[in-house]
């Protein structure tokens, strides 16, 4: 009997775990394009608790956007490609943000609010938070190096999938893998 209850357990763990393989085998066949470069990971990361603000001083921490999926992105108003892809995100964010998921900007390094505010408006970026990381903190505690970064958090915080550089975040592709993590995939 024992060995009946061990085989039933270990069959169960064993197609828990292919299932979770297959899911992010199902998203990562999902990427095309500039989203090729969005690595899943294989097993879910911890995140850091560093505290970043708002402009009006307010503190906060990735553990704040915990129950929902989260695209994290680290930008700068000097970067070019950061820049180039705030459309992109603010219209992913427009369209699937809310209660279960929600785009997280954060302007790290040098970034005079003022700046942020004329750069959302010359781009129309309406949709998406002024956070910032001033001296870096958060951003050299998730090993980010350069700009731009976009972290994939899971409903849990923690980190999923990663992308250095930039990407079409309103494509097809970046919505297929949007929609697919919603429905549960």
Request: proline residues 5%.
């Amino acid at each position: 009997m024992r060995w009946f209850l061990s085989a039933v357990l270990y069959t169960a763990l064993a197609f828990g775990a292919n299932a979770a393989l297959a899911g992010t085998a199902e998203l990562e066949a999902l990427r095309e394009g500039s989203m090729k470069k969005l690595m899943f990971h294989a097993e879910p990361a911890a995140v850091s608790d560093v505290a970043f603000t708002d402009p009006e001083g307010g503190e906060h921490r990735l553990a704040d956007w915990s129950g929902k999926y989260v695209l994290v992105n680290f930008w700068a108003t000097w970067c070019a490609p950061c820049r180039a892809e705030l459309p992109a995100l603010d219209a992913l964010n427009r369209d699937f943000g809310g209660e279960d998921f929600e785009v997280v900007t954060i302007a790290t390094g040098r970034n005079p609010v003022p700046a942020i505010t004329r750069l959302f408006g010359e781009v129309g970026v309406d949709g998406l938070p002024v956070l910032l990381d001033p001296k870096q903190d958060l951003a050299r505690d998730m090993a980010v190096f350069g700009l731009p970064v976009s972290v994939l958090l899971d409903r849990e915080g923690r980190e999923i999938a990663r992308m250095a550089g930039d990407a079409d975040w309103n494509g097809e592709s970046a919505r297929a893998i949007v929609s697919a993590l919603l429905s549960g995939g």
